[in-house]
């Protein structure tokens, strides 16, 4: 009853297109859903993906769930679970991918999910790290361990959307650190992110993962930017 009333004077609104919501819809309207555009990467184990971190790093898996494109519904979504505060996005779209996820045989592997972390500074400034709801949701569903302490970011930067190429592949081996114990030796680990751009980043986040003895890792994101 307090919902329903509530709602009639805070109605909720669709985070891709910004109209009411219906009773049984949640977050991202039924429209909305039928039109992002899925990758399907889960179909194919040497999606486009996967292929970005060929020769780069070695990795036992990659993929996105959407498709990002300037102005599209998913950067919309994306952009209110970001800049917005909107962190139920990023359980929605976990527990969306985590269905697709489960049918991947090297999931039943992973040990350990991982965020991209953000800078101590980035992080009081916006409040949280974008992809840990996310991860969490992939967590609960999946059953598997989710771990941020690990990895962790040592310099603070940019935004990386308002940099060129160049910028955002200039020192990415240097910003990202770990710590670890034995006990994290010899894992899979599930690095996870919001988009896939050139993939830097996350190139970055793999090196320094690497060194940890016996590493392996996956990579799973939100969307993957598509020209």
Not at 5 to 25: D, R
Request: hydrophobic share 35%; net charge positive.
């Amino acid at each position: 009853m307090f919902q329903s009333i509530l709602n009639l004077f805070f109605p909720k609104v669709c985070a891709g297109c910004n109209s009411f919501l219906l009773t049984n819809e949640n977050v991202i309207c039924t429209l909305c859903r039928h039109h992002i555009p899925l990758t399907n990467h889960h179909l194919n184990p040497e999606n486009e993906a996967f292929k970005k971190f060929y020769g780069k790093v070695p990795i036992e898996h990659a993929s996105a769930l959407f498709y990002f494109h300037k102005k599209g519904i998913v950067q919309e979504v994306i952009h209110k679970l970001k800049y917005k505060g909107h962190e139920e996005i990023g359980t929605v779209l976990g527990n969306w991918y985590a269905e697709d996820l489960k049918e991947i045989s090297v999931f039943q592997e992973i040990d350990v999910i991982i965020p991209v972390p953000l800078h101590k500074k980035k992080y009081r400034q916006r409040g949280y790290n974008q992809v840990s709801t996310f991860g969490r949701a992939l967590s609960n569903e999946l059953n598997i361990t989710y771990n941020d302490s690990i990895l962790i970011r040592t310099v603070y930067s940019k935004t990386q959307s308002k940099k060129n190429l160049l910028g955002r592949t200039e020192g990415i081996e240097t910003i990202f650190d770990v710590t670890f114990t034995e006990k994290d030796h010899h894992k899979h680990y599930l690095l996870i992110d919001d988009v896939i751009t050139t993939g830097s980043t996350l190139e970055g986040c793999c090196r320094a993962l690497m060194k940890i003895p016996g590493t392996k890792i996956s990579i799973v994101c939100m969307a993957m930017a598509q020209s």
